[in-house]
């Protein structure tokens, strides 16, 4: 089994920058997927970028593109999220997840590995 857990969540200004960390333990597929999810009240879970672990190939979800950057130490085992110019609309809690499909896919559903989430706030 994978265990991920999620840090680097806080509050940041509008137009600041946080950078998020998930620390991956136990079982490590050879090549798999990880991704970064966010979930705000009352809405759905979403996706927010993907990387394979091997390759490094990205992709990220409309709203995030030219601000956040996902990144991954396989030396570490741990995914990174780059989060710049953040806005209110940002809030949420983020969440890791893993697959190992060896594709980045965009669906919760897909995902069978998840971290506890870490909270991320925008003041207004």
């Known amino acids: 089994q994978v265990q991920l857990v999620e840090s680097g969540g806080g509050l940041v200004q509008i137009g600041g920058s946080l950078r998020l960390s998930c620390a991956a333990s136990?079982?490590?597929?050879?090549?798999?997927?990880m991704a970064w999810f966010r979930q705000a009240p009352g809405m759905e879970r979403e996706f927010v970028a993907g990387?394979?672990?091997?390759?490094?190939?990205?992709s990220y979800a409309d709203s995030v593109k030219g601000r956040f950057t996902i990144s991954r130490d396989n030396a570490k085992n741990t995914l990174y999220l780059q989060m710049n110019t953040l806005k209110p609309e940002d809030t949420a809690v983020y969440y890791c997840?893993?697959?190992?499909?060896?594709?980045?896919?965009?669906?919760?559903?897909?995902?069978?590995?998840w971290g506890q989430g870490t909270q991320v706030t925008v003041s207004s």
């Open positions: 997840a893993a697959q190992t499909y060896g594709v980045v896919v965009t669906t919760p559903h897909d995902y069978g590995y």
């Open positions: 136990g079982r490590t597929p050879s090549d798999y997927t």
């Open positions: 990387i394979r672990w091997i390759g490094r190939s990205t």
